[in-house]
Nanobody
Framework: QVQLVESGGGLVQPGGSLRLSCAAS????????MGWYRQAPGKQRELVTI???????NYVSSVKGRFTIARDNAKNTVYLQMNSLKPEDTAVYYC????????????WGQGTQVTVSL
């Protein structure tokens, strides 16, 4: 059963923008910190940004000032607005929900390809 559904990837030129969306079931969304990870070819998956249930955000230094994460609690959806995209942002982007608990439970989206190229 699919818990997280992503959309919004694609091909964009350097300097362009994309917005990713990730819709989650309500029971997961309400009780989770939501994040976006990415994995480029030949590289490990890395955390890009995270937003907790109270709206506090954190970003990897390489995207600060360019990417913005936001959550809409009424729609159970988290967004990643990506501006000033660079070729090095090319990767498969994965939505993550880390549900509170001891231990916490991770849910993953299916991944969406973002390609930044001329």
């Amino acid at each position: 059963q699919v818990q997280l559904v992503e959309s919004g990837g694609g091909l964009v030129q350097p300097g362009g923008s994309l917005r990713l969306s990730c819709a989650a079931s309500g029971s997961i969304f309400r009780n989770s910190a939501m994040g976006w990870y990415r994995q480029a070819p030949g590289k490990q998956r890395e955390l890009v940004t995270i937003i907790d249930s109270g709206g506090t955000t954190n970003y990897v230094s390489s995207v600060k000032g360019r990417f913005t994460i936001a959550r809409d609690n009424a729609k159970n959806t988290v967004y990643l607005q990506m501006n000033s995209l660079k070729p090095e942002d090319t990767a498969v982007y994965y939505c993550n929900a880390r549900m509170f608990g001891i231990p916490p439970t991770d849910y993953w989206g299916q991944g969406t390809q973002v390609t930044v190229s001329l």
